[in-house]
């Protein structure tokens, strides 16, 4: 293990996107992921009914990105996939987002153009100038009413937080549509890899130059890692620092306790995701893997997923006070020479696929661009 020149930690986009830049340019790269695996969160497989199914939660990609587009179109062909999502509320099912069919659904109203619904919203809506959270920053767009049916308990299952409790910005992500479109994501490019995401990685990381080895703890063999040139570090921040005398403080994240149920039934639900955003199940919600990429077969699973605190981390928890702890782990880590922080856990910030991709090839294009012009400039 000392006979590389690039030590990549973590296997999920931003690894292996930043292992097959450098690999592609000549580089030796040595990736080390703790899991039996690559792929990272990504990671799909097929089941016993031949059903494609991801193991840590339904992942779409969606970009107006055109270079990230191009980027991942070099490893598999794609198939168009428009996603969308419904919820469980009260005896209701109604779209998400929120737009003219969910409310006249749920408050038996007749609106029937994007004037009407605008003037809906405004009439709900309880304005704020500079919303200063979540809970605000809903009511500032939907009003109390939909706030409480739709948003307060789902947060509050989600984050272990009301929305009172998080940043504006992660309540004010979720779009709100004033027309009939319920399309989840409204990107340009909405689409599924063919064979799915492992597959996809396989074809990333295929480079002779690229050594994986799964199974590994870097922070079991740390010490027997020496003469690379940068270290890329994908995991949680304050891991990296676990053992550091000046930084004790434990950031917040969420996990995901993801329950299969087998089913001797064609179909469990009709549509791959539903939500439940009410309090009467403590879930979230239900996949229905079968439905991605409309495959067919004579059983099906389903996946109820819970939010929770201990596990794998998933999700950085963004309010205040973490954001305080992040800064603080972030200036130690700014005086690192050649090892970088990269990804979702790492910059704790919640990343959509396509900002992941598109982190790791900017900081590969400012490391090895920038030093080419200088080089060339000196």
Not at 7 to 12: E, P
Not at 49 to 69: M, P
Request: proline fraction near 3%; charged fraction near 30%; glycine fraction near 4%.
């Amino acid at each position: 293990m000392k006979d590389f020149d690039i030590l990549i930690i973590g296997a999920g986009i931003s690894g292996a996107v930043l292992a097959e830049r450098y690999a592609s340019i000549g580089k030796s790269v040595l990736m080390i992921e703790k899991r039996d695996h690559i792929a990272g969160n990504c990671f799909d497989y097929y089941d016993e009914n031949g059903i494609l199914t991801s193991k840590y939660g339904a992942h779409l990609f969606h970009t107006n990105d055109e270079g990230v587009w191009k980027y991942v179109n070099q490893f598999s062909d794609w198939y168009s996939w428009q996603h969308k999502v419904i919820a469980r509320v009260d005896d209701k099912t109604v779209p998400i987002p929120v737009n003219i069919t969910t409310v006249n659904t749920l408050f038996n109203e007749n609106i029937k153009n994007e004037n009407e619904m605008q003037r809906w919203l405004q009439k709900n809506r309880i304005a704020f100038d500079q919303p200063k959270n979540g809970e605000e920053a809903v009511l500032n767009r939907v009003g109390e009413v939909l706030y409480d049916k739709m948003f307060k308990h789902y947060t509050k299952k989600q984050w272990d937080k009301y929305p009172v409790e998080l940043h504006a910005s992660v309540l004010e992500r979720i779009p709100v549509r004033d027309n009939y479109d319920d399309r989840y994501f409204s990107d340009v490019h909405q689409a599924l890899p063919k064979g799915g995401y492992t597959k996809l990685f396989k074809n990333i990381l295929n480079n002779p130059n690229i050594q994986i080895l799964l199974n590994t703890d870097y922070f079991e063999v740390q010490d027997q890692l020496s003469g690379y040139d940068k270290l890329f570090y994908t995991g949680p921040i304050d891991r990296f620092f676990a053992f550091s005398e000046k930084l004790k403080e434990k950031l917040e994240y969420r996990s995901i306790n993801f329950v299969r149920e087998d089913l001797d039934q064609e179909y469990f639900q009709e549509n791959s995701v539903v939500n439940y955003p009410g309090q009467d199940v403590e879930f979230t919600r239900i996949v229905e893997y079968k439905h991605f990429g409309n495959q067919k077969s004579a059983k099906t699973s389903i996946v109820k997923e819970f939010t929770v605190d201990e596990g794998e981390p998933y999700y950085p928890v963004p309010n205040q006070k973490n954001q305080e702890i992040y800064a603080k782990y972030k200036a130690e880590a700014d005086q690192l020479i050649d090892v970088y922080f990269v990804g979702r856990l790492a910059n704790y910030k919640y990343f959509n696929m396509d900002q992941a991709f598109r982190n790791a090839l900017d900081l590969f294009e400012q490391l090895e661009f920038k030093k080419t012009e200088k080089l060339q400039n000196a």
